[in-house]
């Protein structure tokens, strides 16, 4: 069974049990779950033209019609979480967001949503952030950026969970056809990194002050209900001190790359080198790695430069 397929079956089972019910999957629909781990081969592309590394990144695996088809609704979730300028590296790049936007409609998407379910208020953050007047500077009234709806957050058990047994997830992605992820890469006063995996964070609901208990074992069980098709991990600029929120532009180093993917594990593992660490020095990449989430060693992942 498709990604897209199960979690859509995860939502129907949602809207019976209502809002605020648990959903509990019946064993044979988990059985169906997405087992096999994702292509570790990444794209990682380089230059100052943002718009033009993402596209080269995206088009390296075979182009945003590999993941999105036309008629499809497709829900964007980028890191937009924080009252933050795009040059103080807290969210993703409006750029990169954009352009990602552009080719899910290039593409033939029918709806593109672009949410965060962020951490400062969402009506600043979204427009500080400024992904909000990126969306909309494609004056397409088929990409729109939607605040998230508390009440459309689904409590369902997360089977084969080591930690979170049950959690609150946002019903949009659940019903979207295609979920593409774009992270930033920072640091993270906790999780110590957050990239691919942890931005999962702006998918649930619930009191996320609570995933801080037990955080890595955590970001690992919600990544076995989010499955984003597609990931474009921006390292345009990367955050490298006082993060997740950051605020200081000397925290900032430029880098200007792009990295995409289908392996959320292989794309964070590789990301770790920004920041002169190793894959094993981040608790949820072994843990997302123990779970099937993705590959870890360096050694096995095929990386497409340009």
């Known amino acids: 069974m498709q990604r897209r397929e199960f979690l859509k079956q995860l939502a129907a089972l949602g809207a019976v049990a209502g809002t605020g019910g648990l959903t509990v999957m019946p064993r044979e629909l988990w059985a169906m779950a997405p087992k096999d781990k994702p292509q570790s081969l990444l794209a990682k592309v380089q230059g100052t033209n943002y718009p033009q590394i993402t596209g080269e990144a995206i088009q390296a695996l075979g182009g945003m019609k590999k993941f999105v088809n036309s008629g499809e ?22 750029l990169v967001v954009r352009q990602v936007v552009e080719l899910c409609l290039d593409a033939g998407a029918k709806k593109v949503k672009v ?3 962020t951490c400062h208020d969402a009506r600043k953050a979204y427009k500080n952030s400024g992904i909000q007047d990126a969306v909309a500077g494609l004056k397409d009234p088929r990409a729109v950026v939607e605040f998230v709806d508390e009440r459309r ?10 930690a979170l047994k ?28 957050t990239m691919c995996l942890k931005n999962m ?24 209900i989010l499955r984003p098709d597609l990931h474009v991990l921006d390292a345009t600029r990367i955050l490298v001190r006082n993060g997740p929120s950051g605020g200081r532009p000397e925290d900032v180093e430029v880098r200007n790359l792009v990295f995409a993917g289908t392996d959320p ?8 080198i920004l920041f002169g660490l190793k894959p094993g020095d981040i608790g949820y990449i072994i843990k997302a790695h123990e779970a099937g989430r993705g590959e870890m060693d360096l050694t096995k992942i095929k990386v497409l430069s340009s």
């Open 73 to 94: 609704v497709v829900v964007v979730k980028p890191n937009m979480a924080w009252d933050r300028a795009p040059e103080l590296a807290a969210n993703a790049h409006p």
């Open 201 to 224: 964070m702006g998918a649930i609901g619930g009191w996320r002050g609570r995933i801080h208990v037990g955080l890595h074992q955590n970001i690992a069980d919600m990544n076995l």
């Open 265 to 272: 594990v292989a794309l964070d593992a590789c990301g770790t």
């Open 166 to 193: 049950k959690w609150y997830f946002y019903k949009d992605i659940l019903e979207a056809d295609r979920f593409i992820n774009i992270p930033i890469a920072k640091q993270h006063a906790e999780s110590r990194l």
């Open 115 to 117: 949410l965060d379910h």
């Open 153 to 162: 957050f689904v409590e369902l058990k997360v089977e084969g969970a080591r």
